[in-house]
């Protein structure tokens, strides 16, 4: 298994990237405000539109340090890639598995399992730490028609079906959600899922945290010498990461969100740090980025047991994990994609 290195994350919209040496310089006008070993680094995301220099991106392409760029809010602009990783025979088999009716909802269907699963037990989690807090009957009975739909899910003949068995248990779950919420309610709730623009604080983060997610999953997969834009739940579609999203569904519900849920139930996170818009939109001021960023660094880095492998690591590399395991699939040394399973 790969180390975990580090993410730079440059926040400051004016901030340009260039190369000097084996180091990333972060400048802002004439005046150096950071310098970072590239060695040290597996990913750098930018917000702000003033870019990096040729020599930068190329030296990242050749490294395999994902550059991702994304607006000072958070929305995907561009990624920079460099040569292709693995060989030619795993994406070919990738490619003929996407176009398979079959295979394709043989996988997705492994990878909503992992979904179902771990959203259940986010709930479950939930209860048994916080039971005197929460309407346990509500959460229970969401539980439990999340767990009747999983059992749907292994007898779903297609994509359609198994979308549709997904989505009902994704709107019993966000049913529950707001529950979760146990601190600054005022706040911080959730009534439904609202993006393109965000209109809540909560949906801000969650919005936020997904890109994030995304960057790593993207970045895991093309490691792993998969393609990380064709997909088997979801579908092509140009410029859209269909894999890494395919793969960030059983994360979303253990990673993403719990990891919003606990900034907003310990405070990190209050309600001076976002500002609503004319438009609606609810957008997080740049402190609160920042401390968001700092909080998802220091939790990739806690470690886990891994539920297929057996293996202690940390949260950062299980997109990692997943991806190996998805291409040992495609492989032919599985049997089955095996999902990850938290409880």
């Not at 602009?77 to 598995?97: I, P, S, W």
């Not at 911080?188 to 919005?207: C, I, Y």
């Not at 997904?210 to 895991?220: E, N, Q, W």
């Not at 990739?300 to 950062?316: A, D, N, P, V």
Request: hydrophobic residues 45%.
């Amino acid at each position: 298994m790969r180390i975990l290195q580090n993410t730079l994350y440059v926040t400051s919209p004016d901030a340009y990237l260039a190369l000097e040496g084996e180091n990333v310089v972060v400048s802002k006008g004439k005046t150096q405000v950071g310098r970072v070993p590239l060695h040290n680094l597996e990913g750098v995301v930018a917000f702000g539109y003033t870019g990096a220099s040729p020599a930068l991106m190329g030296a990242c392409a050749q490294r395999g340090i994902a550059l991702t760029f994304l607006t000072a809010h958070g929305r995907f602009l561009a990624r920079v890639e460099g040569a292709e990783r693995g060989n030619v025979v795993l994406r070919k088999t990738q490619y003929r598995a996407s176009d398979s009716e079959v295979a394709s909802a043989d996988i997705a269907r492994a990878i909503l399992t992992g979904k179902l699963y771990n959203s259940r037990w986010v709930l479950e989690r939930a209860l048994r730490d916080h039971a005197l807090r929460l309407d346990a009957e509500e959460i229970r009975a969401a539980s439990q028609e999340i767990a009747e739909r999983l059992k749907q899910l292994q007898t779903a003949g297609n994509l359609d079906a198994l979308r549709g068995i997904e989505g009902e248990a994704a709107r019993r779950y966000f049913s529950a959600l707001d529950q979760l919420i146990l601190q600054q309610k005022e706040t911080f709730f959730f009534r439904e899922r609202s993006r393109r623009p965000p209109t809540d604080p909560f949906n801000a983060l969650l919005s936020f945290v997904y890109t994030l997610l995304s960057h790593d999953v993207a970045a895991a997969l093309q490691m792993a010498g998969l393609d990380p834009y064709v997909g088997f739940l979801h579908r092509d579609r140009p410029g859209r990461l269909s894999l890494a999203l395919d793969l960030m569904e059983e994360l979303r519900p253990i990673l993403a969100d719990r990891f919003v849920l606990t900034l907003v139930n310990n405070r990190q996170v209050g309600e001076k740090g976002f500002a609503r818009k004319e438009n609606g939109a609810v957008l997080m001021d740049d402190d609160t980025r920042k401390t968001v960023l700092a909080a998802w660094q220091k939790k990739k880095q806690e470690m886990i047991t891994h539920s297929f492998l057996g293996e202690k690591l940390e949260w950062g590399l299980v997109p990692y994990a997943q991806s190996l395991l998805l291409a040992r699939f495609l492989r032919g040394d599985l049997d089955g994609y095996p999902p990850f399973l938290w409880k």
